[in-house]
Every structure is written in structure tokens, then in C-alpha cells.
């Protein structure tokens, strides 16, 4: 991989707006996602965030009465329009949710392999090297080889969203989108799903939803700060916690609202 | 003064109201002891005569006083395996239709006139199943299984109408609301995190039903299903109706058989000897126990699936 190919725009996201039956939640979003890089979202609560990276996936439309304008680009197509298939553009756009969701019903090894096993994937080889590859890179693997077909809900709730973040990568997507990965765990599982996001950016695109902007500031390469459905800054992540050129973002960063 | 009073008055009665809720919450699991208490001792003649012999052996004689219970526990059995074999499916579908894809409005309407099932009287099933259900298996539906499918035992013999597929057919619309419904309680209560999560490893609108609500749900429908065959297997009026009330044990479902409930319905009145009186009382017995012992089972599994969920 070369310097030239990071610096390439992967998602290109052009004037999005976002709606719940008729109340606009994004007003107008324009960012380029980077290839290979972490790109963060924060804000305070309510401004849009979980909407914009929800639009991402198309899993915005889903809710009864969303709707959504505008156009974001992926490998020259514009992933919004209505000749786009939801389900097919959802195996290459990944997501990792706020509450770690393994299906209840299922073993580790059939969490992992689930989107597998939707495309259509049968072969056990594959399957078996499936698991271990995508558990190895999701830095579960040791903890749980010896118990694949344990329930999914026997392990603990950071070993859950790291379990979580393995069945998102099985089915390889361009992008993984995390809303607020690490809100619901305990200091320790959120450090290591931050090493784990640092390292996991050589295999795919990240977007991720923080609330916590010392994660965000750790682990990203570009910040978004979006406030009231607006995008009011988009830039490189050094430059937004140390330089912001918007008063809004200076008042937020330094905590003086929100 | 007079406030203290009135608040003691107050506590008074609570405590009243208290010792009625127990005294009845306590007499209501007594009373079932009790029920099972009088028929074992008002059929303790026969388990005393027969032995478990009475179990495994299917003569019914009234006149010479031989007594086994096989043939009417084959028609129960059976009868309620036909109705879990059609309206389960069924069942679950609706419930799926509706929790999933209908809107709220029809969800609602559909819902209750499920629901309403519920409510017309065994009786009139079994009139229905006796004036309209029965001609159409005689005249149109047996005799098409008998030439398409007639090279499997289950569906030989000369089309009867009346019979065990009237009476599974009967008991399957039955014990619809009650599967339906707790179902359909089943999926609702299968957090929306789960559907998405399918959602976004790509799955369909059908394949998030499957691996998300269906799979998540499954201990729960398993308890459902199970409520629905202790509904049928305790179902008298509607089955004595439309069964045919024949002791035979036979292969094919056109046939008419009999059930435990149905034989019991049709000869207490006319039972004289006192063993002929106990055996009844014993096959009461042993629907009791049948029954009790699966709505049992039942409450086991919907409890662990409600427990499994909010545990989380
Ligand atoms: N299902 C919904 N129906 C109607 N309005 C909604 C729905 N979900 C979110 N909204 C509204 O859309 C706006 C944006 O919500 P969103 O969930 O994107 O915020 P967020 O930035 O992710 O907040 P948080 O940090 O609390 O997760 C909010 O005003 C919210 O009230
Ligand atoms: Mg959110």
C-alpha cells in the first residue's frame, strides 16, 4: 500500500440531508471519508450523529417515516440512489452498534460466520479459517478459541463488541461504521478496542461516533464536529482539538457546552 | 386526631384485603391438589384392578369390565399432533406477519380478529365442523389425498368426513389464538438492536425475520406451541363432535377415533357399574396429569425466553 493510495477519498458524502417523518436531523452534510484512515464523529447529544453514520449504511431509511437527500459516493456509484440494493450495499459497508447486539441465540462461531453464512457460504474450511482470522484481528481469539460454540452472550460485554466487531469484519466491508463503540464498556475493554481500531485501519475504512473527544483526539485521523444536524467542522483531528477555526467547535472542545 | 383515625382504618382494611389475597392465592393451588386428590381415590378401584395394564391395553367393554386407556390416549395424542401440525405453522407466520411487516393499524385489527377466535364456544366448532367442514373432507378433500398421497397409510380407507382429520383440523383453528398471540408477545419483546444488527451484515427483510426475531424467539415459540397442544389435548366438546367416537386405533386419519375427553363426555352419563365409573374417572386422571404436565413444559419455556431477555 502506498502513500498516494491513503490519501484517496473512499466515501464522499455531498449535501446529505436526513428526516424522522418530517423533522430534519441533517441539514446538509458534505465530508470526505479517507481510505484507510479513522475518521470521528462528535457532538453533543441529539445533533445527528447516530443519523449521519446510520445513512451510511442506508439503515436510516429502515426507521418508519426517515427519509434522505442527497448523495454519498463509493466507488463511483452514488450509494443512495434507488438502483443501489440495501443488502448488497450493506456487505460492503460494516457496522459496530453503541450496545454490543451478538444474537442471543447463536455460538461465538456462528456470530462470526452469520453474515458469511447470509451471502451464502457453506464449506466449513472456509468458515473455520474465517473465524480464526477475523477473532485474531478483532484481539479475541485467545480468549475464546477454546469455547467457539459457547453462546455469544456468555462473555463479557467488552469481549461482546469486540465479538461484535468480528462479525462485522467476516464478510470484509470497505467501511466500518461504530456508533459510540466503547460507551457501554468499562475503561480497560474500551483501550483495547482502541488499539484494536489503530490496528484494524490498514484492513478497512473507519467512521466512528464518540462522545469521548480524548477518543476521539487518540485514535482518528480527521474529526467532525457536528452540532444541531450541522456539520460545523471538518478537518484533521490534530487541528481540531488544538487550532479550531469555529468559535462553536472552541466552546465544545474546551467543554463550555454540550 | 380524627385524621390518625382514619388512617388506621385505612390499614385496617389492607390488612383484610391482605388475608383474603392470601387465603385465596393459597386455596387455588389447594384446590387443584384437591382435584387430583378426589380422582385418584374415585378411580383407585380400577388402578387397583388393572394396574398399568390400563395403559397399554385397549379394550374397552364395558360389559365384560375390561378397561385400557390406549385407543382414546392414541386419539388424543394424535388429534392434537394434527392440530400442532397445522396451526403451528400457521400461527407463527401470522405472528410474524404481524409483529414484522404489517402496519401498526392492521397489525391491531388482524390481532383481535385472531384473538376473537378465542372467543366463539367449542360448541359451535364442532357445529361448524360437523355441518361444513366434514362434508368438504368427505366429498372433496379426502379423496383427493386418497388418490394423490394413497400410497402412504395416513391416508387410506374410505373417506369418512367425520374423523381424526376433522377433529386435528378442528383443534388446529382452535388453539391458533393461543399460539398466535403469545407469539406474537415472543417477537415484540425481541429487542430491535437484534434486527438491525442483521440488517447490517446484509441480511433480507426475510432473513432478518429468521436469524434476528425467529432464532432470538425460539425457546419462547417452543413454549407457545406447547400451550397450544395442552389446549388441544384437554379440548372436549368441539373433538366428541367431529371425531367419530370410535376406539380404533388405525393408521389412516380418515378414520374415526375416539379421545379420552370425548369418551368420557359420552358415557359418564350412562355409566352404572363401578368400575365402569372409576375407569372413566381414571382416564380423567390421566388427561389431568397429561395436561398438567405439558402446560407446565409450557410455562418452563416462555418463562426462560421472557428471563433470558431481561436478564441482558
Ligand atoms: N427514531 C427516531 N424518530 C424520531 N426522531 C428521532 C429518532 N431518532 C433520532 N431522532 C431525532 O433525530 C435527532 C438526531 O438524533 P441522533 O440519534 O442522530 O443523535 P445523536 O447525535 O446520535 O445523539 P446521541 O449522542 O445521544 O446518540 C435528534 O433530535 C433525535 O431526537
Ligand atoms: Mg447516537
Not at chain 1, 455460538?107 to 480464526?132: D, K, Q
Amino acid at each position: 500500500m502506498n502513500t498516494t493510495e491513503l490519501r484517496e477519498t473512499l466515501l464522499d458524502v455531498r449535501n446529505l440531508h436526513a428526516s424522522f417523518g418530517g423533522i430534519a436531523a441533517l441539514h446538509g452534510i458534505s465530508l470526505s471519508v479517507i481510505a484507510n484512515s479513522v475518521t470521528a464523529i462528535i457532538g453533543p447529544s441529539g445533533c445527528g450523529k447516530s443519523t449521519f453514520i446510520r445513512c451510511l449504511n442506508r439503515l436510516h431509511e429502515e426507521v418508519p417515516g426517515a427519509t434522505t437527500q442527497g448523495e454519498v459516493w463509493l466507488d463511483g456509484q452514488d450509494i443512495l440512489s434507488a438502483d443501489v440494493d440495501p443488502v448488497t450495499l450493506r456487505r460492503k459497508i460494516g457496522m459496530v452498534f453503541q450496545k454490543p447486539n451478538p444474537f442471543p441465540a447463536m455460538s461465538i462461531y456462528e456470530n462470526v460466520v452469520a453474515g458469511l453464512t447470509l451471502a451464502g457460504v457453506r464449506r466449513r474450511s472456509v468458515l473455520n479459517e474465517v473465524v480464526e482470522k477475523t477473532l485474531n484481528l478483532a484481539a479475541l481469539w485467545d480468549e475464546v478459541k477454546d469455547k467457539l460454540h459457547h453462546p455469544g452472550s456468555s462473555l463479557s460485554g467488552g469481549q461482546q463488541q469486540r465479538l461484535c466487531i468480528a462479525r462485522a469484519l467476516a464478510i470484509e466491508p470497505r467501511v466500518l461504521l461504530m456508533d459510540e463503540p466503547t460507551s457501554a464498556l468499562d475503561p480497560i475493554s474500551t483501550a483495547r478496542i482502541e488499539e484494536l481500531i489503530g490496528e484494524l485501519k490498514r484492513e478497512v475504512t473507519i467512521v466512528i461516533v464518540t462522545h469521548n473527544m480524548q477518543q476521539a483526539a487518540r485514535i482518528s485521523d480527521k474529526t467532525g464536529f457536528f452540532l444541531l444536524g450541522e456539520l460545523v467542522e471538518f478537518t484533521d483531528t490534530s487541528v481540531l482539538f488544538t487550532a479550531p477555526k469555529d468559535p462553536r467547535t472552541e466552546r465544545y472542545i474546551t467543554g463550555r457546552f454540550g | 386526631m380524627k385524621i390518625i383515625r382514619k388512617r388506621r382504618d385505612i390499614h385496617h382494611g389492607d390488612r383484610y384485603f391482605y388475608f383474603l389475597l392470601k387465603g385465596l392465592a393459597s386455596g387455588l393451588p389447594l384446590l387443584l391438589f384437591l382435584i387430583a386428590a378426589f380422582l385418584l381415590k374415585a378411580s383407585w378401584p380400577t388402578i387397583n384392578e388393572f394396574g398399568a395394564a390400563f395403559l397399554f391395553t385397549q379394550d374397552w367393554d364395558p360389559v365384560g369390565e375390561h378397561f385400557g386407556v390406549l385407543a382414546f390416549a392414541f386419539g388424543t395424542i394424535v388429534s392434537s399432533l394434527i392440530a400442532i401440525a397445522i396451526g403451528a405453522p400457521l400461527s407463527i407466520f401470522t405472528a410474524l406477519f404481524l409483529t414484522e411487516l404489517a402496519s401498526s393499524r392492521v397489525a391491531k385489527v388482524a390481532g383481535f380478529l385472531v384473538e376473537m377466535l378465542a372467543a366463539i364456544p367449542s360448541v359451535v366448532y364442532g357445529l361448524w365442523g360437523i355441518f361444513v367442514l366434514a362434508p368438504i373432507l368427505r366429498i372433496h378433500v379426502e379423496p383427493f389425498l386418497g388418490k394423490t398421497l394413497g400410497f402412504l397409510p395416513l391416508f387410506q380407507g374410505p373417506p369418512y368426513g367425520v374423523g381424526m382429520l376433522a377433529a386435528g383440523i378442528v383443534l388446529a383453528i382452535m388453539i391458533i389464538p393461543t399460539i398466535t398471540s403469545v407469539s406474537r408477545e415472543v417477537f415484540r419483546s425481541v429487542p430491535q438492536s437484534y434486527r438491525e444488527a442483521a440488517m447490517a451484515l446484509g441480511a433480507t427483510r426475510w432473513e432478518v425475520m429468521r436469524i434476528a426475531v425467529l432464532k432470538t424467539g425460539s425457546t419462547g415459540i417452543l413454549g407457545a406451541v406447547i400451550l397450544g397442544l395442552g389446549r388441544a389435548l384437554g379440548e372436549t366438546m368441539a373433538v366428541t363432535m367431529v371425531i367419530g367416537n370410535r376406539a380404533d386405533i388405525s393408521a389412516s386419519l380418515f378414520s374415526p377415533a375416539q379421545t379420552m375427553s370425548s369418551v368420557i363426555a359420552n358415557e359418564y352419563a350412562e355409566a352404572t357399574s363401578a368400575t365402569h365409573v372409576a375407569a372413566l374417572l381414571e382416564i380423567g386422571l390421566v388427561l389431568f396429569l397429561l395436561t398438567f404436565i405439558v402446560n407446565s413444559l409450557a410455562r418452563v419455556f416462555v418463562w426462560r425466553a421472557s428471563l433470558g431477555r431481561s436478564a441482558r
